[in-house]
């Protein structure tokens, strides 16, 4: 059985326009309280103040110059790998470089506009072929653009271009299929591909289900010929896409976020009962702020993107359709989907069977959600017999959320209390948004159904509430930090030229600020310890750990780690006014207050070591590991680490750390070793855009070591002829010299990148002539219009 789509004049920039224009309204109120009270721009909180803010303008000005190394990224990471992810090949990202840098902050909301309306126009051309009325082919469009997961991911922001485009890939699969519709499909693979290879990992996963489910429910038929063809648009789309790649292949390899298996039950079993609940409210009730755990304490949810939240509607149109239509693929569909939402290792499939859980793969069945709902309102009679015994089973499992806010438990004290709510006040607010919305849902069916303009009015009251429930929801997650983020404004962008101002350009060195907020080195453009990206460069998720630092989607050293600071070249830390009472608390050896900003206390490190040095001895891992990680930065700020094969290849260089000189690890050994290094450091060093320069003039042979994280991807020469980098500290680098004056050349090409680029560049060129095919094809064809 095969479903074509009606010969009727689409509705695309009429759906286009209602979601952007709904989503205007839904920003505008809060665009003017950041306006009048917080001067500026439109902040949100979280992972969309600290990252996407900033790397949005910050990957705008570094495109625009052009390179390939970043230094303002962590330690200083591959450019390519460490954005791509968040937005390098996003083709929102690209059409945002008409912007000026400087101005990326307040073209933000117009985006995020963008891709709500983008991602409704997608929703409503898929679902035109299976529900066949404009009407509610449109309401299907808007119910997926503003869906909780929409909704909740305005925090993470890129995870908004996945939502937008993959309704797109997913109509044009079904073209390809029904349709026999040829060329259109590897475009959308490969614009998918490229936007995130992430989600696209699980894209493709979905697209197997959807696939099987469409042919096990009779609408995909198709023989030998036609598969093969199918097979190869997705061969040659992603063969198109695969630019970006390789190379974030090659780096996730050595990434140890990315190794995370099961083991045992936790295959098949969450670790907490309570994710259970948590992943069965998310159809229900409106989402909470994504930091937050309110109705459920326990298990992996905060930034998970746990909800498939349907406003006004729910759950209810899909659970009547699923009922009706047994043997439909959106049943099929759904219900697979379902149990991979419970069973961990089929949820991990979204993933590569990484054990780590996110909700984030959930848009895809909210699609085929939005479009079952509407499929069965769009016929009168089929609604009737089966929704609203739907509508009162989803209203009676909203209502029982109630019994977590009078469940009766013991407090600390061991007194009696009532619910396990973290937050009641919050959860009133979601669960009585929610519960309005199935009132003015129920009212609407029963005193509108049978107008003639019914599906006008229900798309009306869905986009209205979603500005209800979207505001609300904006404004749960945006004020709760307000006094977190108040001076984010001051703090960073109006900080920009005052910090520039107030630091020395004499030299290349590295900055920390403590109280303030994370990735300034992106506003200031400097290497600064205080970093949130979570695919830097992989060494240095690697060497963190060994001096005592946690490292996992942030580097965050602690203050007390001074020794650090000297190791990596640190020459100012920029302390947050508000903090600088407890910064002088610590009374850390080596920091005196030389200035300030309005917005930061400036202290320079007395044992700051330029960047590039040598040692007199060198320390082997077993004598590292009998110093505790916190301290080991100390014995590092003395000696070199070498494995065994460097020992033997530099050890003539250098002398063995006799043992007892591992507990000294005073302030003024640490003083005294800085100073060495400092004596010791390179005549010059330059940090470019592909990597850095220096120049050497040394009495002997030396082993020089730089604080910059290896990677596959730099190459050194020295006096322009090729040296070999080793890879020293569990992550840096240092290259041999020999004695007298030398001129080193460290240069940046990302990995894979260059192959990646020819097989994209061919594939498209193959793509082009595949086009002319069907485009000759097409017009040779009786009939055909010459």
Known sequence: MQTTIFKQKSNYWRVFALCFFTAVLLFAPHCIVDAVAGGGYFHYAGDFND??????????????????????????????NSYSFYLLGSPFFWLSMVVPARLMPWAMVPLLCLKMAVAGGGGYLWARRWVRDETWSMLAGCLYAFSGFSIYNIFFNHFLDVVALFPYMLAALDDAVIDDKKGAFPFWVALNLVDNYFFFAGQAVFLIIYFFCMAAGRRYELGLRKFVRLAWETALGCACGCVLLLPAGLSLLQNPRTIDPFSGYGYLFYGKS????AIFYSTLLMPD????????????????????????????????FCRARERHPFTYILKVCVACAFVPVLNSAFYALNSSYYARWYYMPILVLCGATCYLLSRPALAEQRLPRALRLTTFLTLTAVVFAVVPGKDDDGNTVFGVLDEPARFWAIFGMTMLGIVIFALLWHFCRRKRRWGAILTAAVLGFSLLYGSLHLSLTKYAQWDVDSNLIAETYDSVEDVAAAL????????????????????????????????VAPSIMAFYPEVGVKRDVNSKPDAENYALRGLLSVRYTLVAKDKETEWTDKDLPGWQRTGETDAYALYENENWVPMGFTYDCYVTADQLERVSEEERAQILCRAILLDDDQISAFGSLLEPLPDEELTNRSEDAYAADCAARRAAGVAAFTATDTGFTAKTAYD????????????????????GEPAAIEKVDDGLMAVYVPAGENEIEFTYHTPGLKVSACVSAAAIAVYGV????????????????R
Request: hydrophobic share 40%; net charge neutral.
């Open 51 to 80: 990252q996407q803010i900033n790397f949005y303008q910050y990957a705008n000005a570094f495109v625009k110059n052009g390179g390939s190394f970043s230094w303002a990224t962590d330690l200083g990471s591959g450019f390519v």
């Open 274 to 277: 309570q994710q259970y609940g």
């Open 289 to 320: 702020a994504p930091y937050f755990k309110d109705l459920f304490q326990e298990g992996i949810l905060k930034h998970t993107s746990l909800t498939a939240y349907l406003p006004l509607v729910g759950v209810a149109g899909g659970l009547a």
């Open 504 to 535: 020395p350009d004499d030299a290349f060195y590295r900055i920390d600020a403590y109280g303030a907020h994370n990735n300034l080195g992106l506003w200031f453009n400097r290497s600064c310890l205080q970093f949130f990206n979570s695919t």
């Open 700 to 719: 002997a042979d030396e082993l020089v070591f730089f604080s910059v994280p290896y990677d596959d991807g730099f190459s050194a020469t020295v006096n």
């Open 770 to 785: 595949y086009l002319l095919g069907i485009i000759i094809k097409r017009k040779s064809q009786p009939g055909s219009k």
